[in-house]
């Protein structure tokens, strides 16, 4: 299981699926605050960092998922 360098106190959970890899699982809202404490980054910056540097390095089948909270009526409205 690989871990986000520097995104430790974001870890939500082990992701788990059938005959895959455990992964880490880490929450975005948590990330892109870590990001905007320690780079000194405002919102929208934190989150385009996020997006191509994280969320955007694919490091094979172990590359960890990070979670977007919602409930469920949002998550309707995405779909």
């Known amino acids: 299981m690989l871990l986000a ?7 939500i959970g082990i992701g788990r699926r059938c005959g895959q890899p455990d992964l ?3 929450s975005v809202q ?3 605050a870590i990001l905007e404490s320690t780079k000194g ?5 934190a ?3 996020f997006e191509f540097n994280v969320v ?3 490091v094979g089948e172990d590359t960890p998922i990070f979670v ?3 409930s469920f009526d949002e998550l ?3 779909v």
């Open 24 to 26: 880490a699982v880490y």
């Open 5 to 11: 360098n520097g995104f430790d106190d974001a870890i």
């Open 68 to 70: 977007e909270e919602m």
């Open 41 to 45: 980054l405002d919102y929208l910056d």
């Open 30 to 32: 948590k990330c892109i």
């Open 56 to 58: 955007g390095a694919w």
């Open 76 to 78: 309707q409205d995405t």
């Open 47 to 49: 989150v385009e960092y």
